[in-house]
């Protein structure tokens, strides 16, 4: 566990990242596509017992000035073991998916929460609960440059977090969504649960 610091701290730049090793991703096999309700409250009979997830969403990206994003479209929450991408066009997913985000108790670590937080309380209606901001954490602990996945990943683990810029500026909103585009949500959650962990906040959920 690293220790509290007020020495600044440096965080590795892009060219350093690239030469790293890349990060064991979680493969289609330990992914859960949540699309209706029955998926989603087995999703939270898994997950009400696990202390802390990794949390993130997508919304489907906006291209015209003044356009108003309706998202978020998806909610990506994960285990140390597995993720579950939940689709939430669909009512009952988004009932229960609102039901797992105002939990108590529970950490949901992640990075760049703010917009996905009022996003969340604008389209399901609820205050999440438990919101952990990892790079808040990584800043007081001396590291004074914004730390996204990439780097903390590259910091805790000496490895390469990979982001494919095709799935991030995809349509979240489509029915159907992509292999790369599981691949792409689901990690990123499971990679802030593996951060939380790696920084030992786990006593402290």
């Not at 998926?39 to 898994?46: F, Q, T």
């Not at 159907?176 to 599981?182: F, H, I, V």
Request: proline letters at 4%; charged letters at 25%; one cysteine or more.
């Amino acid at each position: 566990m690293q220790t509290q610091s007020t020495t600044q701290r440096a965080t590795p730049d892009k060219d350093a990242i690239a030469l790293l090793p890349p990060f064991d991703r979680l493969g289609l096999d330990r992914i859960t596509l949540v699309t209706d309700g029955a998926g989603a409250r087995e999703a939270l009979a898994r997950l009400k017992d696990t202390p802390a997830w990794g949390f993130d969403t997508e919304s489907k990206p906006t291209f015209k000035v003044g356009e108003l994003s309706d998202g978020p479209h998806i909610l990506q929450l994960a285990s140390t073991e597995r993720a579950w991408v939940f689709q939430l066009n669909d009512p009952h997913c988004s009932e229960i998916s609102a039901e797992l985000l105002a939990l108590g108790g529970v950490a949901k670590a992640g990075f760049g929460l703010g917009d996905d937080r009022k996003r969340i309380v604008q389209k399901l209606g609820v205050q999440p609960q438990g919101i952990l901001e990892l790079n808040t954490v990584f800043r007081e602990r001396g590291y004074r440059k914004d730390m996204g996945v990439k780097g903390a990943v590259a910091v805790l683990f000496n490895q390469r977090f990979i982001k494919s810029k095709k799935a991030a500026t995809s349509n979240w909103a489509n029915a159907r969504l992509t292999e790369a585009q599981l691949i792409y949500a689901a990690n990123d959650a499971y990679a802030a649960i593996r951060v939380f962990h790696a920084l030992g906040l786990a006593g402290a959920a």
